[in-house]
């Protein structure tokens, strides 16, 4: 995969957007680590958490909001304590699960499960879910 960089792309609305929704500055983050190590859904993400940082630092939008990743977050916020320059990544993540439920696009489609998927959701999950379609 290629892509292209560019200072247009760095200072993109959509990175504005980002920091602007999760009151952080994404060019904070030197790419330590340490969110991702500590992360304890690491294992079922296709980025890690430094890397959604870094996509968004680059303003590498499509790949962002394709990612499992974001949907994955349990907002458990072990990669913000581990921060050692104090960003939120946790919020992070949320602002850009936010830009795609603003567009109303979600991960999940709650009126596409059976009955019996719904039965086995959460129910916090489905409130979450809902609430887009009530904002």
């Known amino acids: 995969m290629r892509t292209n960089i560019s200072r247009h792309k760095i200072r993109s609305p959509f990175v504005t957007k980002v920091e602007e929704l999760s009151g952080q500055n994404l060019l904070a983050c030197y790419q330590c680590g340490k969110c991702s190590a500590g992360c304890p859904a690491v294992s079922k993400m296709d980025i890690l ?6 996509f968004a630092q680059l303003g590498l939008k499509e790949e962002l909001l394709k990612s499992n990743s974001i949907w994955i977050c349990a907002s458990c916020m072990t990669c ?3 921060c050692p320059k104090g960003i939120n990544i946790a919020e992070t993540i ?20 059976s009955d ?5 959701v959460p129910p916090i999950a489905l409130i979450s879910n809902f609430r887009k379609f009530t904002s």
């Open 116 to 120: 019996s998927e719904r039965g086995d």
């Open 49 to 54: 958490p430094n890397q959604i940082i870094r």
């Open 94 to 113: 949320e602002a850009i699960r936010q830009i795609l439920l603003r567009k109303r696009e979600d991960h999940v489609k709650v009126e596409e499960l």
């Open 80 to 82: 913000n304590v581990r």
